[in-house]
């Protein structure tokens, strides 16, 4: 990360970690109100439905070794390099919520968008890797989305242009 402003790959790094997701689910659960709650539930559940299907179906399924150089000076997972199960659940997790509060997709997926471009940055995926993760993650949204509808919440309607007038409901009593 050394062409990465030091501030831009730390952010990147803070991001990659999931109790950055757990911190945001709680946050949304406790302070969002019934709509935060639901939003935290749905991208906990697609987080953990997304990790799993990463990590303990696909990965041991098909190995891939991580690009050359991605255990310099640390300790590296034995895992296989594909998909990336860090995109994965973060995507799951980002598309999960904004189907509750979709005033948070550009915060959350700009975020998810820097922790997946900061792993092949950093060397510890191949771009695939990133691109198959990501692609599971969308896809455990969009399942959870067909099986489990959002809440949708009533339809401000505008007014519509034109000569439209009030009327008067027969039988209804003022309000006072």
Not at 13 to 30: M, R
Not at 132 to 150: C, D, E
């Amino acid at each position: 990360m050394a062409t990465l402003a030091p501030w831009l790959a730390r952010a990147a790094w803070i991001a990659e970690q999931p109790l950055i997701w757990g911190g945001v689910a709680t946050a949304l659960a406790v302070k969002g109100g019934t709509r935060g709650q639901h939003a935290a539930l749905r991208g906990s559940v697609c987080y953990l439905v997304a990790a799993f299907i990463a990590n303990i179906v696909i990965k041991p399924l098909v190995y891939r070794r991580r690009p050359h150089g991605a255990g310099d000076g640390r300790i590296t997972p034995v895992t296989s390099s594909f998909p990336s199960g860090h995109t994965a659940s973060n995507l799951a997790f980002v598309f999960g919520v904004v189907q509750e509060l979709p005033r948070l997709a550009i915060p959350l997926a700009g975020t998810a968008t820097a922790a997946s471009g900061s792993l092949i940055h950093s060397g510890k995926h191949h771009v695939s890797d990133v691109f198959a993760g990501g692609a599971i993650g969308l896809g455990v949204a969009y399942i959870m989305w067909k099986s489990w509808p959002p809440k949708t919440s009533p339809r401000v309607r505008w007014p519509q242009t034109g000569s439209a007038k009030p009327r008067a409901v027969s039988g209804a009593r003022a309000p006072f």
